[in-house]
C-alpha cells in the first residue's frame, strides 16, 4: 500500500485564493451596481475564508458584506 498523501495544506491554500477570486469578482459586480450578486459572492468568500483558517479576512468580507446590506437593501418593516 501506498503511503498516505497529506493534501490539507493545499486545501487551505486552496481555500484561500478562491475567497480572494470571489472578493476580487464582487468587487467587479459592485462597480457595475449589482449589489445582489456582490452579496451572494462576498457570502461564498466568507465560507471560504473560514474554511482556510483566515479569520480576519473573513471578518473583513462580513463587515463589507453588512454595509452593503445595511447601505443598498433598505427593510421596509410596517
Known sequence: MSPKIDTSK????FYIK???YL?????????NKEY???LELLA???GFFEKGGEKN???K???R??????NFFTSTKT
Open 65 to 70: 458584506f453588512n454595509d452593503i446590506k445595511k
Open 10 to 13: 493545499q486545501f487551505i491554500e
Open 18 to 20: 478562491k475567497g480572494q
Open 44 to 46: 461564498q468568500a466568507h
Open 61 to 63: 468580507v462580513k463587515a
Open 57 to 59: 479576512e473573513a471578518e
Open 23 to 31: 472578493v476580487e469578482l464582487s468587487e467587479n459586480h459592485f462597480k
Open 36 to 38: 445582489k450578486k456582490t
